[in-house]
């Protein structure tokens, strides 16, 4: 495979001003401004490959989106390098810009309210110079991933949210980016435009084979969509791999769900901590080097018919890492 983001030891420093308190304070410093130094990423390296769909986490303030900014070439890091299509990113070279997509949130179709869908999408047809012949395979594409057959004609100021929401992925991907950075995508949608949104992103990255690195809280999201996950915390790199790996690497327990003969409830307690219990079933916490001896106890005591031995589900290992502060 090859690699279309190559990112080495990138820093990014931001200046903000302070003062104290007070009129006089506010009057001083119109004169003699004070800064303090805040380190948004600190020495990130990684690569992204062709056709991957990468998972972005972290905790709010973690250096997501300023990372982001930077790839897309809308911030200059303070230090490090990037590569981005063998374009540098803030360089805001035409052909870089053609080949990138940087969304936001669910975001809407822009322009005046008086224009058709189709309208609209023929305008970014003009701005990207887009051949007729790329522009209808391109427009053939998103009508049937994002079911916009029957808003093409429609003025945009007659859109609910959610076809303002499809419209606006439309007129981003219209072009046909190679590579998408996606920002909460699905922020504050309801459910069916949420699931909506992550069966376009499956369907849209194996039908272009385009690079998307996403960002989400939603840990669903990450689940559903990506096999790898980068994770930082305040601008540092803490993991990047498999998703499984993950909870390997970052939870001390594992899930155990037992099944017993007899419709009877065990004192569970003497094996682990319990989650949920019922008469003949089980489904215990216990730490990762006690599984073995509790795994023994629970067959040689109890008449087991089933035990399952399973990790922590992933949205709760991520909590538990943003509020332990373990990463």
Known sequence: MVSV???Q?????????????????????????????????????????????????GPNGAGKTTTMKILSGILHPTGGTVNVLGFTPWHRETSFLKNIAFIRGSQPIGGPNELTVLDSL????????????????????LVEMLKLEPLLKRQIRALSLGERMRCGLALALIYQPRILFLDEPTLGLDVTAVSMIRRFITDYSQQTKATILLTS????????????VVLI???????????????????????????????????????????EAEPGKATLCVQREQVATVSARLL????????????????????????????
């Open 5 to 7: 983001i190559n990112i």
């Open 9 to 57: 030891d990138i820093s990014m420093i931001y200046k903000a001003p302070v003062r104290e308190a007070g009129l006089r304070a506010a009057l001083g410093s119109l004169v003699h401004r004070k800064y303090r130094e805040i380190q948004a990423v600190r020495d990130i390296s990684f690569e992204l490959e062709a056709g991957e769909v990468v998972g972005f986490i």
């Open 122 to 141: 023929r305008f970014q047809q003009l701005i990207y110079e887009i051949s007729e012949t790329a522009f209808h395979k391109g427009l053939a594409l």
């Open 217 to 228: 809280h939603y840990m669903a999201d990450v689940e559903e969509l990506c096999k790898r």
């Open 233 to 275: 915390d305040h601008g540092t790199l803490r993991y990047d791999g498999g998703l499984e790996g993950l909870s390997t690497s970052f939870s001390t327990s594992r899930i155990l769900t037992v099944t017993i003969a007899e419709k009877v409830t065990p004192k569970w307690n003497m094996y682990g901590e319990v989650i």
């Open 300 to 327: 040689s005591e109890l008449p087991v018919v089933d035990l399952a031995i399973g990790g922590i589900p992933l949205e709760q290992v991520i909590d538990q890492i943003y509020q332990e502060g373990r990463i």
